[in-house]
């Protein structure tokens, strides 16, 4: 059963940020949230992952809740390409570690 | 290229035959994994290894479906007398490891399976 719960669609303005955010709010002390999306035919792809702190990479910012139960992916500028089905994660470090995705958040991006 | 990579890209087969995907992870990762994804719908966890050892299935990898690591390197998928509801895009994964950014997990572009 996936952990967390995300809205199913999102639409962002080309070159505005896009926020989705993601409700974990059972995640527990050791786990991570990670952030992978999947363009049309392709894999998924790693966007970025934390555990409590901010993260900021030069795909995106992780912004995550104090008390974890819920985090933003931020994409600062959106561009065409960013058009994709993005999957919030949550996963425990020391383990196996099999990812379990749920149905993600559409995201398009338009003119 | 030195990302996942996955063969063939697509297959089309009748019910009933048997089929093999491969899967050659990213050269020194000794994690690969298995999931399948149908329309819609997320990627399911399979199966996973660690180098050559098979440390986990799913459920859903029925007495049809076998997989190998044979030498701990390249990754073999084998699903016995195909179904049709075997169709979907079956993809691999590989790893460092399982430890925070080891544990970052890099996907080929998968072989979409076609049971006709």
């Known amino acids: 059963d996936a952990k967390t719960t995300q809205p199913p669609s999102m639409d962002c303005a080309e070159g505005r940020a896009a926020n989705l955010p993601c409700n974990h709010s059972?995640?527990?002390?050791?786990?991570?949230v990670y952030w992978y999306r999947q363009i049309h035919s392709q894999g998924p792809q790693y966007i970025i992952h934390?555990?409590?702190n901010n993260e900021t990479n030069e795909m995106a910012s992780l912004i995550i809740t104090e008390d974890r139960k819920s985090s933003t992916l931020i994409l600062p500028h959106a561009t065409l390409r960013d058009t994709a089905v993005y999957y919030c994660?949550?996963?425990?470090?020391?383990?196996?570690?099999?990812?379990?995705f749920g149905t993600g958040t559409r995201l398009q991006v338009t003119l | 290229d030195t990302g996942v990579s996955q063969n063939p890209r697509h297959k089309i087969t009748k019910r009933g035959q048997n089929v093999t995907f491969r899967c050659d992870p990213i050269?020194?990762?000794?994690?690969l994994y298995w999931y399948r994804q149908t329309l819609g719908q997320g990627p399911e966890f399979l199966t996973y290894?660690?180098?050559?050892?098979?440390?986990?299935k799913s459920r859903l990898l029925s007495d049809r479906f076998s997989a190998e690591r044979p030498k701990g390197s390249f990754s073999t998928l084998e699903i016995q007398r195909t179904e049709q509801g075997d169709s979907a895009m079956y993809l691999c994964?590989?790893?460092?490891?399982?430890?925070?950014?080891?544990?970052?997990?890099?996907f080929g572009a998968g072989t979409r399976l076609s049971v006709l």
């Open positions: 994964a590989s790893s460092l490891g399982t430890s925070g950014t080891k544990n970052i997990q890099y």
């Open positions: 059972t995640i527990s002390g050791n786990e991570y």
């Open positions: 934390g555990l409590k």
């Open positions: 994660i949550v996963s425990p470090t020391g383990t196996a570690s099999k990812l379990t």
């Open positions: 050269s020194e990762h000794n994690r």
């Open positions: 290894f660690q180098n050559e050892a098979q440390l986990e």
